[in-house]
């Protein structure tokens, strides 16, 4: 099982910095872990050949931004990372307009500390983290899509 997280993909360039070390992790990544009272929000998918699931959770995130059809940015990593750095997870309700992945496909990361997160931010830089990049006529479809098959309600502008 994969765990997704909506980031930046700039974030995860394997960039060469002289003066990092080849053990650390660059500070940037930890903007793509940002927690609300030290729990992070993240949603289960199989593994990348789970198209249907990617895209459903991917017009979700995409429809409950301000700019929703502005490109998204996702990365994804091994659910066995949460285990292997100390971290705990919950089933927990998400936060957007289809309801039924918000409460099917949602975990949050409990009991965050800064240890704990930096922890998690370390194991999964060192990971296999795979990179998905939907561009703005990308999201616009997978918005339409979802709309269409009733995961999103209506637009405003379409009633």
């Not at 017009?59 to 990372?81: G, S, T, W, Y």
């Not at 990308?138 to 637009?155: C, M, Q, T």
Request: aromatic share 6%; glycine share 4%.
């Amino acid at each position: 099982m994969l765990l997704l997280r909506k980031g930046n993909r700039r974030t995860w360039d394997e960039t060469d910095y002289p003066w990092l070390k080849e053990d650390e992790v660059i500070a940037d990544r930890y903007a793509d872990f940002n927690t609300k009272v030290g729990k992070l929000s993240v949603w289960k998918i199989q593994d990348m050949s789970d198209l249907e699931r990617l895209k459903r959770i991917c017009a979700a995130l995409a429809d409950n931004r301000d700019h929703p059809e502005a490109k998204l940015d996702v990365f994804l990593f091994d659910e066995r990372i949460l285990e292997s750095s100390g971290v705990k997870s919950v089933s927990a309700p998400g936060e957007t307009n289809d309801e039924a992945i918000n409460k099917n496909l949602h975990i949050d990361i409990i009991e965050l500390t800064t240890e704990k997160l930096c922890n998690l931010v370390t194991a999964v830089s060192r990971s296999d983290v795979q990179l998905k990049r939907f561009t703005p006529k990308e999201v616009k479809g997978l918005i339409k899509d979802a709309r269409e098959n009733g995961y999103l309600p209506k637009s405003q502008e379409s009633s």
